[in-house]
Nanobody, 123 residues
Framework: VQAQVESGGGSVETGGSLRLSCVTSISGYYCMAWFRQIPGKERENVARINIAGERTEYVDSVKGRFTISRDNAKKTLYLQMNNLKPEDTADYVC??????????????????WGRGTQVIVSS
């Protein structure tokens, strides 16, 4: 059984929007993140969020366009993606994290993964 299940991917034109969701089935609450993977390239961090949802971090390439959020009652993580660009095309995967943004020495190392949802942005 996959720890997280993502949905919401699809094909859009440049400038369009998508909202990704990730439902987690593991017990407890963790800091979480979205990553993206382009075949043949290294996995890229996208955004991460703490357990309460009030602390977020983004990579520079998505700042101002993407918003990460969570609903702990629904055990769901979201990624609102606006003003999408062709370079955003990738498989988007959510993960629970081993540490949290703001923690001393925190990083983006994942604990559990989902399978991903594909996003295609055409020019």
């Amino acid at each position: 059984v996959q720890a997280q299940v993502e949905s919401g991917g699809g094909s859009v034109e440049t400038g369009g929007s998508l909202r990704l969701s990730c439902v987690t089935s593991i017990s407890g609450y963790y800091c979480m993140a979205w990553f993206r993977q382009i075949p043949g390239k290294e996995r890229e961090n996208v955004a991460r969020i703490n357990i309460a949802g009030e602390r977020t971090e983004y990579v520079d390439s998505v700042k101002g366009r993407f918003t990460i959020s969570r609903d702990n009652a629904k055990k769901t993580l979201y990624l609102q993606m606006n003003n999408l660009k062709p370079e955003d095309t990738a498989d988007y995967v959510c993960a629970t994290l081993r540490s949290c943004p703001g923690d001393a020495g925190s990083d983006w190392r994942p604990r559990t993964w989902g399978r991903g949802t594909q996003v295609i942005v055409s020019s």
